[in-house]
C-alpha cells in the first residue's frame, strides 16, 4: 500500500500548479485525502484535506487560491495551486486514510513521499 505524488517543480510567483497523488495496493476503501506542506525550517502544515463525501477543509494560508479535489475511481487526490506566493515553496505531501486487506481489514493513515514545489520571485 502506497501514496505516490506527482506535479511539482519550479514556477514564478503568480503562476499555477497541479498536483496529483494517487493510492495503490490491497486497498478496500479510501476515507479522507489531503496535502500537507513542510517550508524549509517550518513544521508541516494542513494545505487541504477532502473527505470521502467531498466535504473539503483548507489551511488559512491557501483558502480563495488552492483547490482540492478526488477520483473516487482511480483513488486519487489533487491539488490546484493559483497565485502561487514564494512562501508557498514547500515540500508538499500527500495523506491519505486507507483500509486495506494485510489480509485482515484494517484503517492505516498512509503518507506519501513529498514533491518539491518552488516558487521564485
Known amino acids: 500500500v502506497q501514496l505516490q505524488a506527482s506535479g511539482g517543480g519550479l514556477v514564478q510567483t503568480g503562476g499555477s500548479l497541479r498536483l496529483s497523488c494517487a493510492a495503490s495496493g490491497s486497498i478496500l476503501s479510501v476515507d479522507v485525502m489531503g496535502w500537507y506542506r513542510q517550508g524549509p525550517g517550518k513544521e508541516r502544515e494542513l494545505v487541504a484535506t477532502i473527505a470521502l463525501d467531498g466535504i473539503t477543509n483548507y489551511g488559512d494560508a491557501v483558502k480563495g487560491r488552492f483547490t482540492v479535489s478526488r477520483d473516487n475511481a482511480m483513488n486519487t487526490v489533487f491539488l490546484q495551486m493559483s497565485s502561487l506566493k514564494p512562501e508557498d515553496t514547500a515540500t508538499y505531501y500527500c495523506?491519505?486514510?486507507?483500509?486495506?486487506?494485510?489480509?485482515?481489514?484494517?484503517?492505516?493513515?498512509?503518507w506519501g513521499q513529498g514533491t518539491q514545489v518552488t516558487v521564485s520571485s
Open positions: 495523506k491519505a486514510g486507507l483500509v486495506v486487506r494485510l489480509p485482515a481489514y484494517k484503517y492505516l493513515e498512509v
